[in-house]
């Protein structure tokens, strides 16, 4: 569940930046989110540590978190060419409208 929740986000917000910024800049930005990503999964269970008196840090939640991150930006890696091609037909035909 934790690397299908993670997987999810870092895909997501991917495609966001895909559709959002430069195609120039598509491994920067899967680096960028891939990290902060992992970052928040890291945060995240080190406060259920320090904030909860039943809930701990649990290394294989950081695990799975970590490849759900790493399996989303390996796909979008696959993909950059097919949604650079969809951004620039979505674009086109919001132009003609």
Same mark, same amino acid.
């Given at each position: 569940m934790?690397?299908? *929740?993670y997987?999810?986000?870092?895909?997501?917000? /991917?495609?966001f930046?895909?559709? %959002?910024?430069?195609?120039?800049?598509v491994?920067q /930005?899967?680096i960028?989110?891939?990290?902060a /990503? %992992?970052a928040f999964?890291?945060?995240i269970? =080190?406060?259920? @540590? =320090?904030? %909860?008196? +039943?809930?701990q840090?649990?290394?294989y939640? =950081?695990? *799975?978190?970590? %490849?759900?991150?790493?399996? *989303?930006?390996? !796909? =979008?890696?696959l993909?950059? @060419? +097919?949604?650079i091609r969809?951004?620039?037909?979505?674009?086109l @035909?919001? !132009?003609?409208k």
């Amino acid at each position: 569940m934790h690397a299908g *929740a993670y997987f999810g986000l870092a895909f997501l917000w /991917s495609l966001f930046a895909i559709f %959002t910024f430069e195609a120039v800049r598509v491994l920067q /930005s899967i680096i960028i989110i891939s990290v902060a /990503s %992992t970052a928040f999964g890291i945060f995240i269970e =080190v406060l259920q @540590d =320090v904030l %909860t008196s +039943y809930r701990q840090l649990d290394l294989y939640d =950081v695990f *799975a978190n970590t %490849t759900g991150v790493l399996l *989303a930006g390996f !796909m =979008v890696w696959l993909l950059k @060419d +097919y949604l650079i091609r969809l951004k620039a037909k979505i674009n086109l @035909d919001l !132009m003609k409208k």
